[in-house]
């Protein structure tokens, strides 16, 4: 008899999961539909007339309502369907972790800087150095600087994971997370995050067009009335993550201008972080990678690390060299392109029939011998 209760308890559990399981996939996929919606029809309009980005992109910002749309869309995709032990996320963070604090990318760095004959760090091992009143481990610094000086990579590969949790604010990695939309990177507390985004889903991120935020060599992060952000200084972060934002933007031209801006804003020697979602296995989209890394290349940003996930491709690079002249000389579209890019525009529905051309098949009709 007990036998037969726990079974039934257990069958009667097992089915409200699966009922929930089942809930919630169909709420996911209105969620990304929604998202999808919106990436669409910017990707169409900017296919049916490329000419007009700038006003397709203005039109965009100022739709409030389709934005709002899209941000609680992905707030509630992000937070309630996808698992919390989000991986996208805490991959940037442990790769951040594992180069500002753990000063874990020494080969990479040094393997870069052997192929392109720029001078070689020099390991310091454990060396200890007096950064902001704290003694602070240094992971290695640069025998001779190249746009990076010594300074810089001290400053960027400084801290120890030790403690990092009690840093103060100065000594915290300061991130910029462009397209935020919730600011995931909250929960890191040794993190000195900004959060933001066109269309910010939380009170702790800032509504801000990365595309055309003020950027100005000198001086903070600057605020309007509403605590939107107006203007980014140059060379102030030490790293960007810009994840699952870069197929948002219809236009290469603009992925590549989102890049450029991440890289000027980085200082030298900081990191970008790159997420980009394909569900496809790990060579089908190679070109596409290939071509990324080789655009970044060009804007200054060497790649130190890859992972292909189920659903995603994550990337890091280094600010490591000034951007060469030869970007400028290349089309973006031979670069920051994606798969979505080539897909034909949707069939148009037939236009609807006039009172004219109604007129001319009755015409037609009178005409007829019976
Ligand atoms: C798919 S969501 C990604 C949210 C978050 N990064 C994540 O990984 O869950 C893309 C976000 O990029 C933001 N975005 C797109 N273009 C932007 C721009 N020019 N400036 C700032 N944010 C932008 C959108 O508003 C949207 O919230």
């Given at each position: 008899m007990t036998r037969l209760i726990s079974a039934q308890y257990y069958w009667q559990n097992m089915t409200q999961d699966i009922a929930k399981q089942i809930k919630m996939a169909s709420r996911q996929d209105e969620l990304v539909k929604k998202i999808r919606e919106v990436h669409q029809e910017l990707r169409h309009a900017y296919q049916k007339d490329n000419a007009s980005l700038t006003s397709i992109w203005q039109d965009h910002v100022k739709d409030a309502t389709s934005r709002k749309k899209y941000s609680d869309a992905m707030l509630e995709l992000a937070t309630e369907c996808w698992p919390s032990t989000d991986n996208r996320i805490s991959w940037c963070y442990s790769v951040i972790r594992d180069y500002f604090y753990l000063g874990l990318f020494q080969r990479p760095v040094e393997k870069f800087c052997r192929i392109n004959d720029l001078p070689l760090p020099s390991t310091r091992g454990t060396g200890h150095d007096n950064h902001g009143g704290k003694k602070l481990e240094t992971a290695f610094t640069l025998s001779a600087p190249h746009v990076y000086t010594e300074r810089d990579l001290s400053e960027m590969l400084i801290l120890t994971v030790r403690g990092s949790s009690q840093l103060s604010s100065e000594d915290k990695v300061r991130l910029l997370d462009v397209g935020s939309c919730y600011n995931p990177f909250r929960s890191f507390p040794d993190l000195d995050t900004l959060a933001i985004d066109?269309?910010?889903?939380?009170?702790d991120v800032h509504q801000c067009d990365f595309l055309s935020v003020n950027l100005r060599e000198e001086g903070e992060v600057g605020r309007g009335e509403n605590g939107e952000i107006v203007a980014l200084p140059t060379a102030h972060f030490h790293a960007v993550t810009l994840c699952l934002v870069l197929?948002?933007?219809?236009a290469p031209s603009q992925r590549r201008e989102m890049c450029r801006r991440a890289a000027s804003v980085l200082k030298s020697g900081g990191l970008l972080l790159i997420i980009t979602p394909d569900s496809n296995s790990p060579h089908r989209n190679a070109p596409m990678m290939r071509s990324w890394k080789q655009g970044l290349s060009n804007l200054g940003l060497h790649r130190i690390k890859y992972l292909k996930q189920p659903h995603l491709h994550c990337m890091a690079f280094a600010k490591l060299t000034e951007p060469t002249c030869q970007d400028l000389l290349i089309d973006d579209d031979d670069f920051f392109f994606i798969p979505q890019d080539s897909q034909p525009l949707p069939a148009s529905p037939p236009p609807p029939r006039t009172e004219g051309d109604n007129q001319a098949v009755q015409n037609m009709f009178d005409a007829l011998p019976f």
């Open positions: 066109l269309s910010p889903a939380a009170q197929e948002y933007l219809p």
